[in-house]
Structures are given as structure tokens and as C-alpha cells.
């Protein structure tokens, strides 16, 4: 039998610095996979998220990621890339594409806007050619993809892994 009392629920890490990364979603079918997104981008301590589209949060889900998130809404995607690379931000899309870049191996930068694309669709070509780099998730299996809220996730803990401190 350990010694050790092992401690549930402790609070979150502090960051050294507030997170670079913004998370800009397409529009989402799903208001569910859309509050999925937004507790993971609270968990890694992301300040800013920005939704494209009608969709709105499920406070149930989302949680305190509803109160902590500065969270956007805008009608179309690609006005919002735009001005993100005009702010200084690499555009990295979360796609498969022929020319994507294996997430594994991808350094991401700091100042980055993670852009995510429906759960059906993906991300049209006219987003893809606004963007700096896409990468991909490899998949072993069927389906041939992940959930876009479990992929987002992944994603997020890989820039959060590259970037522990902020």
C-alpha cells in the first residue's frame, strides 16, 4: 500500500507568459463538437477563440471555458485569415491534404492561429490557400479521421507539449 495521498482536481498550471496560439474554428455542424473545442482550448490555457458560422456554446459542456475564453463570432472564415496574418500570426490548418505535414513532426510557431475546418467538409479551397502550413494527424484505422473536437485536442496538446511554460 502507498504512502502517497494522491490529490484530485488540483488547480491549473500557471503559465509564464499568456499562450500565442488562437484558435479560429469553420463553421461547425455540431454545437456539441464547437463546446468540446472550447474546454480543450480552456484546458491549455488559450485565451482566445474565434467561431465562424451560427454556432454557440453548450455552457454544460464547454464549461469554465465559457467564462475564461475571449470568444469571437464572425460570419465567414477567410476575412478572419486574412486579418491574422496581417496581426502576425503563421496560419496552420488542422487538414488532410496531399501536402500536409505530419503533426508528429511539425514545430509549430508561437504566434500561431490554429484553424479548424467542419466536421464534414474540412476546410474549403479557399481557406486552404490562405494558410502558411496544414498538418495532419496520422490515422492507423478506420474511419479515416478523427472527430474534429478529439483531432483539435491532440493538436492543441502538441503546440501545448512544444510550448509547456506559454
Avoid at 127 to 144: C, F, Q, T
Avoid at 145 to 153: E, K, L, R
Amino acid at each position: 500500500m502507498s504512502d502517497f495521498v494522491h490529490e484530485r482536481h488540483k488547480p491549473p498550471r500557471q503559465l509564464d507568459r499568456p499562450r500565442e496560439l488562437v484558435l479560429v474554428c469553420a463553421p461547425m455542424r455540431s454545437n456539441v463538437n464547437l463546446s468540446r473545442i472550447a474546454r480543450a482550448a480552456g484546458c491549455c490555457g488559450l485565451t482566445r477563440l474565434i467561431c465562424c458560422g451560427p454556432g454557440r456554446l453548450d455552457r454544460k459542456i464547454a464549461r469554465d471555458a465559457a467564462d475564461t475564453l475571449e470568444i469571437e463570432s464572425h460570419r465567414t472564415l477567410e476575412p478572419v485569415l486574412k486579418k491574422l496574418r496581417d496581426d502576425g500570426f503563421r496560419l496552420v490548418g488542422l487538414e488532410q491534404t496531399s501536402h500536409s505535414h505530419d503533426l508528429h513532426q511539425y514545430k509549430f510557431e508561437r504566434r500561431t492561429a490554429l484553424v479548424i475546418g467542419n466536421e464534414r467538409t474540412g476546410l474549403t479551397d479557399d481557406s486552404l490557400a490562405l494558410l502558411d502550413d496544414v498538418v495532419e494527424i496520422p490515422v492507423w484505422g478506420l474511419p479515416y479521421s478523427y472527430n474534429v473536437a478529439t483531432a483539435t485536442a491532440m493538436a492543441l496538446y502538441e503546440y501545448c507539449r512544444q510550448f509547456p511554460a506559454g
